[in-house]
């Protein structure tokens, strides 16, 4: 389809049926042979609205397209073969038009997901005001050290509201909404509560958790929970990169450690999903990505995931420790968040970083590495040159 087609739809069946679709009622839905293959199944391709506005597309045949998504952007993405931004430019929306600015306090309208009901909202705020209470008094002492241990701030900690739940308990459904309209009681897990607040409203509250039988058991939600949002997507700068993290302790973490050299936001974790009705807009606002995700096999997956960013990269945190994983550990065993950041987001720039705070200069091969004006100084340690040198080009 040309531009002038595409342009200016909101509408995912309208613009399916003009890029050559031919409905016929099915279900719950629409069906028709796909207009993004092509092919001649009047079955392969179905479109779901609901009352709510939410949309959706698939293609069942599995083998040549299986394309699939729940917006108009999505769609324009698969149609066209474009990434995001593209998709986003033949429609013609771009974030200077849609009006937003860093920090704002509304979300943009008109909103498909919309975040929990006004009800929820009060209790979750109550919920992170005595929450952060008991992180700052005497109950919440072991878990602010925890926090400390990860290399949070204080300043960094009241910032995000995090707080602290002393004990498990259960709360009648009503007094949240009855979200889901689950009638069962509402349990809030003991643990530290990490609120998910973007554009003035509470998305989801997020609690980590101890449990020892499992330590693999590390998170519990609320339920009403929208999990499908952008964390810090308020903090997102125009113009600059933003690095994109697996979770949100790794990106209090190193947006504290950056501070304004990029964005830093995360969608809670490997496996989660984004709606990008709502939040696509924001990640129109970074000039590139990078993807600073875990080193393990979900890490690797949930950075694949996000390779239709415009301008994205993969950064492969370096192993500085046996055990290291992500973002914190590097920083936990030495390593400078602020140089592995600015080097990953200048592809141009020489392999000179500072990855450790504490350990010397050193001479490799006769050769003293240090980059031509001086900016940084290459701080290795011999056996850890050619990690190094293997993570930039991976980088590069
Ligand atoms: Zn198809």
């Not at 073969?81 to 509304?106: Q, V, W």
């Not at 003991?190 to 609120?195: C, E, M």
């Not at 973007?198 to 929970?225: C, E, F, Q, T």
């Amino acid at each position: 389809m040309d531009t002038h087609t595409i342009k200016q739809s909101n509408d995912l069946l309208a613009l399916a049926e003009r890029a050559g679709a031919k409905f016929h009622k099915a279900g719950k839905g629409f069906s028709s042979h796909c207009p993004i293959h092509g092919g001649d199944n009047p079955n392969a391709f179905s479109v779901y609205v609901g009352d709510d506005g939410y949309q959706h597309f698939k293609c069942f045949t599995r083998s040549e397209c299986n394309r699939h998504g729940s917006n108009v952007i999505a769609f324009v993405m698969a149609l066209e073969n474009c990434d995001f931004k593209k998709a986003c430019e033949l429609l013609g929306s771009d974030a200077s038009s849609m009006g937003i600015s860093p920090r704002h306090t509304e979300p943009p309208a008109p909103l498909t997901y919309e975040p929990p009901a006004d009800i929820w909202q009060a209790r979750a705020m109550q919920l992170i005001d005595r929450a952060q209470a008991a992180l700052w008094d005497t109950r919440g002492s072991k878990a602010l050290a925890w926090l400390h241990a990860r290399g949070l701030h204080d300043e960094t900690i009241r910032a995000a509201r995090l707080g602290y739940i002393p004990q498990s308990f259960s709360e009648k459904p009503e007094t949240w909404g009855t979200p889901n309209d689950n009638p069962e009681p509402l349990y809030i897990h003991k643990g530290i509560l990490i609120p998910g607040i973007m554009a003035g409203k509470v998305w989801y509250l997020k609690i980590r958790i101890h449990n020892p039988s499992d330590p693999k058991d590390k998170y519990k939600g609320v339920r009403g929970n929208k999990t499908a949002s952008l964390y810090f997507a308020d903090f997102i700068t125009a113009n600059r990169a933003a690095v994109f993290c697996e979770g949100e302790f790794d990106a209090l973490l190193l947006s504290q450690e950056v501070k304004d050299l990029t964005s830093v936001i995360t969608l809670g974790s490997a496996t989660n999903k984004l709606n990008l009705a709502t939040w696509g807009i924001y990640l129109l606002r970074p000039s590139s990505f990078l993807i600073a995700y875990d080193t393990d096999e979900a890490g690797k997956h949930g950075g694949d995931d996000l390779s239709w960013l415009h301008d994205s990269r993969r950064l492969q945190v370096p192993t500085l420790r046996a055990g290291d994983n992500d973002l914190t550990d590097f920083h936990k065993s030495g390593g400078n968040l602020y140089s592995l950041i600015e080097s990953a987001i200048r592809p141009e720039a020489p392999i000179f970083v500072n990855w450790r705070s504490d350990v010397k200069p050193v001479t490799i091969q006769g050769q003293y590495w240090q980059n031509p004006d001086n900016r940084i100084e290459a701080f290795y340690q011999p056996d850890e040159l050619a990690q190094c040198l293997q993570t930039m080009q991976a980088i590069a």
